[in-house]
């Protein structure tokens, strides 16, 4: 079955630590998409990557990093300067319309992340 | 700038209608409607694209008015499983890139 898988379900680092975080797609989508998500505050979007090999900074970038080395693959990496890292984060994934438009984003099951 | 959603959350019983609005400051070309279940992935409902056209499948659709920059989500007869945070997501024209709203909780009760 096609999807997006996210692991581990459940994260538990001490402070201080970096933390990465998997997201794979077997929908060939070439778009892929981080959010962060805490109580009453929506999805905020923290990278997005259109193609293999390029990734843009979203809303709130800062603490996070990403690669996007496979079409398949787009780790997230909480780094220790990410103030407030304790969130649940979600990846998704789109296939890009030919006419630029946005179109329909897939999400995986999200990792609670929490910083002790 | 992230969507207003309105309301922030709404009680219904079985078999009432609701609908939830989304409105943004800045020009849209394109809405995206999500629901997302406590614990779980949001899913995609529908998308409206710049030019008011309404959509809709089974008893929930949706309008987009150009003019007011604001889409407008109708979920009619409701069930207990519409029960979830409905958001809202907004994009410019040539842009991937969603900002999305803070949510909208609904309840359905028996």
């Known amino acids: 079955d096609g999807g997006i898988t996210q692991s581990p379900k459940y994260l538990f680092r001490k402070e201080g630590q970096n933390v990465t975080l998997s997201c794979e797609q077997n929908?060939?989508?070439?778009?892929m998409y981080w959010y962060r998500q805490d109580p009453g505050q929506g999805l905020r979007l923290i990278y997005y990557?259109?193609?293999?090999?390029?990734?843009q900074k979203g809303d709130i970038a800062e603490g996070y990093s990403v690669s996007r080395e496979k079409k398949e693959s787009f780790p997230l990496t909480v780094t220790s300067a990410q103030k407030n890292p304790t969130a649940f984060y979600l990846c998704?994934?789109?296939?890009?319309?030919?006419?630029?438009?946005?179109?329909?984003?897939?999400f995986g099951p999200g990792t609670r992340l929490t910083v002790l | 700038q992230q969507p207003v959603q309105s309301p922030q959350a709404v009680i219904l019983r079985e078999g009432e209608d609701a609908v939830i609005n989304c409105s943004s400051s800045?020009?849209?070309?394109?809405v995206h409607w999500y629901r997302q279940k406590h614990g779980e992935a949001p899913v995609f409902l529908m998308i409206?694209?710049?030019?008011?056209e309404q959509k809709g499948h089974d008893k929930i659709s949706a309008s987009f008015n150009e003019k007011k920059q604001q889409s407008s989500l109708y979920l009619t007869a409701s069930q207990l499983s519409y029960s979830g945070t409905y958001f809202c997501?907004?994009?410019?024209?040539?842009?991937?890139?969603?900002?999305f709203g803070k949510g909208t909780k609904l309840s359905v009760i028996p």
């Open positions: 998704a994934s789109s296939t890009p319309s030919l006419a630029g438009v946005s179109t329909e984003q897939f």
């Open positions: 929908l060939n989508h070439d778009a």
């Open positions: 990557s259109q193609i293999v090999n390029d990734f």
């Open positions: 800045k020009a849209l070309y394109s």
């Open positions: 409206l694209l710049k030019g008011g």
């Open positions: 997501g907004t994009a410019g024209a040539g842009s991937y890139q969603l900002t």
